[in-house]
């Protein structure tokens, strides 16, 4: 199986070649697996036909926690609340499925806390390794 990363200026991702049931599947399991757990889930495709009416690929959004880092930011700063979760993206592509998280360290930088910075980083740490196990 393929897994060609994904360049993205706001996350990490992969491409993978394996159908999309089975690539959320894993994915799901890889977040916990890193101590995840997934909050919510929106079905993006099915949210776009019940308002829109349009027909959209397989993308499912997952709002992924991880309690204890969560907790150790909003010790920091009270308004991080308004960063979480973490977005992590599994989308259908014409020959792949795409997994994505989105970079931590990027996303809390616009609270400009220096002390943020090492939760930022140990979830992208466990970001990436979720992924990787993919």
């Known amino acids: 199986m393929s897994h060609e990363k994904v360049t993205s200026s706001i996350g990490y991702g992969r ?7 089975q690539v959320l599947e894993r994915a799901r399991k890889a977040l916990q ?4 757990g997934v909050l919510c889930e929106i079905d993006v495709r099915e949210k776009m036909k019940e308002k829109l009416g349009v027909d959209f690929r397989n993308y499912i959004i ?12 909003l ?7 308004l960063l979480l979760p973490c977005n ?4 259908e592509e014409t020959d792949c499925t795409v997994v ?7 996303m809390l930088s616009v609270l400009d806390n220096p002390a943020l910075a090492s939760a ?7 970001l990436h390794r ?5």
């Open 120 to 126: 930022a980083g140990l979830v992208n740490e466990k």
């Open 62 to 73: 997952l709002g992924a926690c991880n309690p204890p880092l969560a907790y150790q930011a």
């Open 130 to 134: 979720a992924i990787d196990k993919l």
């Open 33 to 36: 697996g890193e101590g995840f």
């Open 88 to 91: 992590v993206v599994v989308y």
């Open 75 to 81: 010790q920091q700063d009270l308004n991080v609340g």
């Open 15 to 21: 491409q993978l070649e394996a159908p999309f049931t």
């Open 100 to 106: 994505a998280a989105i970079d931590a360290k990027k």
